[in-house]
């Protein structure tokens, strides 16, 4: 992967790529915290939804075009684990990563963590696309090779003919 900072000047706003996967970076502001200046635990979601608009918007996935012509990207299924709190005017780096992805659904591994790499909370996340009433469908061939070409070689084998195709090791 390369570091798209350099290639797109406003990207900033989105993050960047990188070999570790996308980072996003944020600071805790005062209205993500509880009384004690430490993070609410729903705030983290909400962080982690953000990484991945930004994500989706720096790969070239532009939501609001799906949302015009009646699909939406959704969360199917997500697990949440905080491993230690993030506190009032810390910067943090949500890192997002393709694990795993099938027809219907991209299954991201997302941490989020300090400037020093401490672990604050891990969410493992399905996304699926919907229509605006609910009914799942297959991702187009563009989005899921945009997505694909994000996951780390070691984890997977591309290859295309016609449409993006994933064939995964054994044990992935």
């Known amino acids: 992967m ?9 990207s900033g706003l989105d993050g960047w790529c ?12 005062y209205e993500d915290t509880d009384a004690g200046g430490v993070v609410y635990h729903a705030n983290y979601l909400a962080f982690a939804e ?19 012509n009646g699909l939406a990207f959704v969360v199917a299924a997500l697990e949440v684990r905080y491993h230690r709190p993030a506190r009032l005017g810390q910067e ?11 027809g219907v659904r991209a299954m991201l591994d997302q941490k989020i963590t300090d ?8 969410l493992n996340v399905q996304v699926a696309q919907a229509s605006l ?3 799942p469908c297959r991702f187009d061939a563009d989005v899921k090779s945009k997505i694909l070409a994000t996951m780390p ?9 016609g449409k993006a195709a994933l064939s995964h090791k054994k044990g992935h």
Do not use: C
């Not at 390369?2 to 406003?10: F, G, K, L, Y």
């Not at 943090?92 to 099938?102: C, P, S």
């Open 153 to 161: 070689p070691q984890n997977h084998e591309i290859t295309f003919s």
């Open 115 to 122: 400037t020093h790499g401490h672990l604050m909370a891990s």
């Open 18 to 29: 990188d070999d570790k996967g996308h980072i996003y970076p944020l600071k805790v502001y």
């Open 50 to 68: 953000r990484a991945r608009s930004a994500w989706f918007s720096l790969i070239g996935i532009d939501q609001n075009q799906y949302l015009q």
């Open 2 to 10: 390369t570091d798209s900072r350099a290639s797109n000047p406003v």
């Open 133 to 135: 009433g609910g009914r």
């Open 92 to 102: 943090l780096r949500v890192v997002t990563q393709l694990a795993n992805m099938t």
